[in-house]
């Protein structure tokens, strides 16, 4: 009898065997985003106790890297992986060669060896990155795992972005999230070879940046006294919510950063969605308040006051402050969603409008033209300072100084026209890169989300070049998604929504168009998704066919 239920499974196993080598698979070294030229050969490399050798004369950054990643290699498999300063035609070896190009990196295996020739210190971490995907996914763990195969596959890899500008936001204002949260979703987000955060600090529902001159901008303007319950705008749950970075976190999360490879952009939203300072600088307002941290979305119509001098001195002290915090080139100024009613009615706004002679004509009124001003005017202080602006698509309309870089969020119009006007341009349409809408149609099971539909086929499908005049294609950075945080109250929930897009959106990035393919991305998401359970994150299981997230309910559409 037992010999027969052997031979019955043996011959089982054959049958499979046998069927499965019928359907042709492509070989992928799974890892997303996929690397542009992959050869596979045959055998493996035996990673376990093999030394690691770090190229004497790289840069600081680029060794310590390579002595991490020997790190995390001799405690996941259990055995040192010395690191070494030095050559060797054996072991894993790390080499910076500046013709291989900026942020790329080869990579080549074979039985004896692995050896990796990056053109910087990016590229050493992308092929880092590459072949932890490549690695078992115990290697995520944070734990030793002995009896994992702890082996790489032989394999040529080269490879290099498509873009340049590889962003992800996170919206911190509608919804708090700690330090050790950001890092974590940094993490990730290095591991898909992206080099720009995009971190909404200040909006109508909370200032969330410690700005040492101003201490209640934070200590009073983080809080608001109640938030709206589900999408019932005549609501408020009456709860206090709360929460801010001090300058010391903030340098701690630009730092931590910084070592995976990722700036960090702040944004400080002006001159609307503030009511956050509004509420304990009322004399900034036109009214002159009393104003409220928002309890509720949407857009206010209480926005600063451009009329008055010390408006811009306020946007100036704090403009200072989080220029010193942040290294990056860019500071993002909002300059989104700022209605006009109050300037309207405002004696000194329309003084300030009489003096600079602001007229509307067919297509702007006086009052956007005083927005023009407010932007032209903050951008020459951040100028002056040596860093660019980025702002929404709404700084388009009107004039705009030169230098700008706009943020096409209302679709790819906005981006088509700033690059065709010879402004860079980074694409963020809400069509395919909001990650606060739904990532399914079941909106019945997925948790309640602000609306829309963005799949992960959607985000997939993208392409940042079309509609581009081939004049103005130079002036497309990149592609970015944004993740706004109204619905979205926990680590797990904003997982959630970010996991898998954003491996949808690291191919949209790096690969180029002939790369791209959607099955093949799918597949590598299963192993991807091996990685995301073993690290600990939450992710959404909508491309296999399952949904919502244990102990949120689903929301209406
Ligand atoms: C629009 S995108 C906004 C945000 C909201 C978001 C919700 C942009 C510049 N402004 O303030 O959070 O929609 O999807």
Redesign the pocket.
């Known amino acids: 009898m037992r010999k027969n239920v052997i031979l019955y499974c043996a011959a089982a196993l054959i049958l499979m065997a046998s069927s499965c080598s019928n359907i042709q698979m492509p070989e992928t070294v799974n890892v997303i985003p996929e690397p542009q030229n992959v050869t596979l050969k045959d055998g493996a490399f035996k990673v376990a106790g093999a030394a690691v050798y770090c190229q004497p004369g790289i840069d600081g950054i680029a060794t310590a890297r390579i002595e991490k990643f020997a790190n995390v290699l001799s405690n996941a498999t259990g055995k040192k992986c010395a690191f070494n300063s030095g050559k060797s035609a054996k072991g894993i070896s790390f080499s910076v060669d500046p013709s291989v190009g900026k942020e790329s990196y080869c990579i080549d295996i074979d039985k004896r060896s692995v050896k990796v020739v990056a053109g910087d210190a990016s590229g050493i971490l992308y092929s880092i990155q590459t072949l932890s995907q490549m690695l078992p996914v115990e290697f995520f763990s944070g734990v030793p795992a002995p009896h994992a195969d702890w082996v790489l596959r032989c394999v040529s890899i080269k490879d290099q972005p498509r873009f340049g500008y590889r962003g992800m936001h996170m919206?911190v204002s509608?919804h708090f999230f700690p330090v050790e949260e950001v890092k974590k979703y940094l993490d990730v987000m290095a591991l898909h070879k992206m080099n720009r955060l995009h971190w909404h600090l200040t909006?109508d529902q909370g200032w969330r940046i410690e700005i040492r001159k101003y201490p209640e901008l934070a200590q009073k303007g983080s809080v608001r006294k109640g938030t709206m319950i589900g999408r019932n705008w005549s609501t408020n749950d009456g709860i206090e919510y709360g929460g801010y970075y001090t300058q010391d976190e903030i340098r701690d999360v630009v730092s931590y950063a910084e070592s995976i490879g990722i700036t960090i952009i702040p944004e400080i939203d002006l001159p609307g969605?503030m009511m956050g300072a509004l509420h304990v600088y009322p004399q900034l307002g036109c009214t002159g308040g009393p104003y409220e941290v928002w309890h509720q979305?949407g857009?206010s119509e209480q926005v600063l006051c451009p009329g008055k001098e010390e408006t811009f001195a306020f946007i100036e002290d704090v403009l200072a402050e989080v220029m010193v915090l942040f290294p990056s080139e860019y500071i993002h100024i909002?300059g989104?969603?700022c209605p006009k009613t109050e300037w309207e009615k405002c004696p000194d706004c329309q003084k300030r409008i009489k003096e600079l002679g602001l007229t509307a004509d067919a297509g702007h009124s006086a009052e956007t033209r005083l927005q023009n001003y407010v932007t032209a005017r903050v951008q020459e202080f951040v100028n002056r300072h040596g860093k660019k602006i980025i702002g929404?698509d709404e700084i388009l309309e009107g004039e705009l100084a030169e230098g700008a870089t706009v943020m096409s969020?209302r679709g790819v119009e906005g981006g088509i026209e700033a690059a065709s006007r010879g402004f860079d341009v980074i694409m963020v349409p809400?069509s395919h890169f909001?990650f606060?809408?739904y990532q399914s149609d079941r909106t019945d099971l997925e948790p309640l989300s602000?609306g829309g539909n963005v799949t992960f086929e959607k985000v997939y499908s993208f392409d940042p070049m079309n509609g581009i005049p081939e004049s103005a294609s130079k002036h497309i950075l990149g592609v970015q998604a944004?993740l706004?945080t109204?619905y979205i109250r926990t680590p797990e929930h904003l997982e959630y929504m970010l996991l898998p897009r954003l491996d949808a959106l690291s191919e949209v990035q790096w690969c180029s168009p002939e790369k791209r393919d959607l099955d093949r991305v799918k597949r590598s998401l299963e192993h991807m998704g091996q990685i995301y359970d073993q690290a600990g994150y939450t992710w959404c299981k909508a491309v296999f066919g399952e949904y919502g997230l244990p102990g949120m309910p689903g929301g209406r559409n």
């Open positions: 919206d509608r909006d969605h979305w857009v909002g989104d969603e929404w969020w809400t909001y606060d809408y602000i944004n706004w109204e």
